[in-house]
């Protein structure tokens, strides 16, 4: 009997790796270059984050009088300038080609049409402080201002005197209302300026300011320390000795041409008149500084709404970088003024 057999399966063949020799490892894959950090504009510019509902509440308190603490009702915004491009008035309106790119792209609508033929305003501005300005060391500032109207001044003199400080709290509890006969306007403001070192960011001063015609001060000698202190008892604490006398700061009388260029209408019933303005010295017309600014001026924080806000906010720092061949960084119109000789003061701002 025949036997059967199964077929035998052929060996499998070993493989053998050569002695001495490694397969060579996968290539890394190199890393592509990364874009900016966080969501960024059509423009390659850092998106803004929201900063105005961050803005704390003031902790209610009462003046001695027993009135409330005021809250701020204008946010104004300021772009401080380089004033060399300034040389004429069409050269003022040359500034609104700079809005024309960020307000395209973040939907803020503004008119320059109805402002062709607005008149050019002429102002002339005197700051005064002691010798070693304890005022603006403190961050108060004191000024005097006329407007000229075809050569000539119209109206009574203003005085201008506020508390300007990064502080909230401190700066609405600083009762800046003067003691005098007659009528004042007090005007709370966060002013809202680029940042010290760089663009695409913002820092925040709060400004409690109060106005009034000079002819609201009786008072003849206003160069008299124990006269301010009585017109502005806020200014009390600051005084050294009986006698003292106040100075025009630096000897400058700054003259301030302004003019209005367009209205910026964020949405939600949200506009700001724009203007753009420079300071000089008067009489040798020495250009200091130049200024954009805009404000927005509302009764409640309320009327602030998340749509206009978000306009505003993401508007200012792309501003920064449409104007950014125009920016003066770490300076303030009233900063400049108190610099012009040197000896810096101690700055609150």
Same mark, same amino acid.
């Not at 510019?45 to 803005?55: A, Q, R």
């Not at 320390?225 to 009388?253: C, H, M, T």
């Not at 306009?311 to 300076?331: C, G, H, I, T, V």
């Given at each position: 009997?025949?036997?059967s057999?199964a077929p035998?399966?052929p060996?499998k063949?070993?493989?053998?790796?050569?002695?001495g020799?490694?397969?060579?490892?996968?290539?890394?894959?190199?890393?592509?270059p990364?874009?900016p950090s966080?969501?960024?504009?059509?423009n390659?510019?850092?998106?803004?984050?929201?900063?105005v509902?961050?803005?704390p509440?003031?902790?209610?308190?009462?003046?001695?009088d027993?009135?409330?603490y005021?809250?701020?009702?204008y946010?104004?915004f300021?772009?401080?300038?380089k004033?060399? !491009?300034?040389?004429?008035?069409?050269?003022?309106?040359?500034?609104a080609?700079v809005?024309?790119?960020?307000?395209a792209?973040?939907g803020v609508?503004?008119?320059i049409?109805?402002y062709?033929?607005?008149?050019t305003?002429?102002?002339?501005?005197?700051f005064?402080?002691?010798?070693d300005?304890?005022l603006?060391?403190?961050?108060?500032?004191? !000024?005097?201002r006329i407007t000229?109207?075809?050569g000539?001044?119209?109206g009574?003199?203003?005085?201008?005197?506020?508390? !300007?400080?990064?502080?909230?709290q401190?700066?609405?509890?600083?009762d800046?209302?003067p003691?005098i006969?007659?009528?004042y306007t007090?005007k709370f403001?966060?002013?809202v300026?680029?940042?010290?070192?760089?663009?695409g960011?913002?820092r925040?001063l709060y400004?409690?300011?109060v106005q009034?015609?000079?002819?609201?001060v009786?008072q003849?000698d206003?160069?008299?320390?124990d006269?301010i202190?009585e017109?502005?008892?806020?200014?009390?604490s600051l005084?050294?000795?009986d006698g003292e006398?106040?100075?025009?700061?630096n000897n400058?009388i700054?003259?301030e041409?302004?003019?209005?260029i367009?209205?910026l209408?964020f949405?939600?019933g949200?506009?700001?008149k724009?203007?753009?303005?420079?300071w000089r010295t008067?009489g040798?017309?020495r250009?200091l500084?130049?200024e954009?600014?805009?404000?927005?001026k509302f009764?409640?924080r309320?009327?602030?709404? !998340?749509e206009?806000?978000?306009?505003?906010e993401?508007?200012?720092p792309?501003l920064q970088y449409?104007?950014?061949?125009w920016?003066?960084?770490?300076?303030?119109?009233?900063?400049?003024v108190?610099?012009l000789?040197?000896?810096?003061p101690k700055s609150?701002?």
């Amino acid at each position: 009997m025949q036997k059967s057999h199964a077929p035998v399966k052929p060996a499998k063949k070993k493989s053998i790796k050569p002695k001495g020799r490694h397969l060579p490892k996968p290539l890394k894959k190199t890393a592509k270059p990364t874009a900016p950090s966080g969501p960024t504009t059509e423009n390659g510019h850092p998106e803004t984050t929201s900063w105005v509902g961050k803005i704390p509440h003031i902790e209610q308190g009462v003046y001695s009088d027993g009135l409330p603490y005021p809250d701020f009702n204008y946010l104004a915004f300021k772009l401080i300038l380089k004033p060399n !491009r300034f040389i004429s008035r069409d050269s003022l309106f040359d500034f609104a080609k700079v809005i024309k790119a960020p307000a395209a792209e973040h939907g803020v609508s503004y008119n320059i049409h109805n402002y062709i033929d607005a008149p050019t305003k002429i102002r002339e501005i005197i700051f005064i402080d002691t010798d070693d300005f304890r005022l603006y060391n403190n961050s108060f500032i004191l !000024r005097r201002r006329i407007t000229y109207v075809n050569g000539f001044p119209e109206g009574d003199p203003e005085i201008v005197f506020k508390f !300007r400080n990064a502080d909230l709290q401190k700066t609405a509890e600083t009762d800046v209302r003067p003691q005098i006969q007659g009528d004042y306007t007090v005007k709370f403001k966060c002013q809202v300026l680029p940042l010290k070192e760089k663009l695409g960011g913002v820092r925040i001063l709060y400004s409690n300011n109060v106005q009034f015609p000079r002819k609201n001060v009786t008072q003849s000698d206003v160069l008299s320390f124990d006269v301010i202190s009585e017109v502005f008892p806020a200014l009390q604490s600051l005084k050294q000795k009986d006698g003292e006398r106040i100075n025009l700061v630096n000897n400058a009388i700054v003259e301030e041409v302004l003019q209005d260029i367009c209205l910026l209408d964020f949405g939600d019933g949200l506009t700001a008149k724009a203007n753009v303005g420079i300071w000089r010295t008067r009489g040798e017309h020495r250009p200091l500084i130049g200024e954009f600014a805009y404000q927005i001026k509302f009764k409640d924080r309320r009327e602030l709404t !998340r749509e206009a806000m978000q306009r505003a906010e993401a508007f200012f720092p792309s501003l920064q970088y449409s104007a950014k061949d125009w920016m003066a960084l770490n300076a303030t119109k009233t900063g400049i003024v108190y610099r012009l000789l040197g000896n810096p003061p101690k700055s609150n701002e």
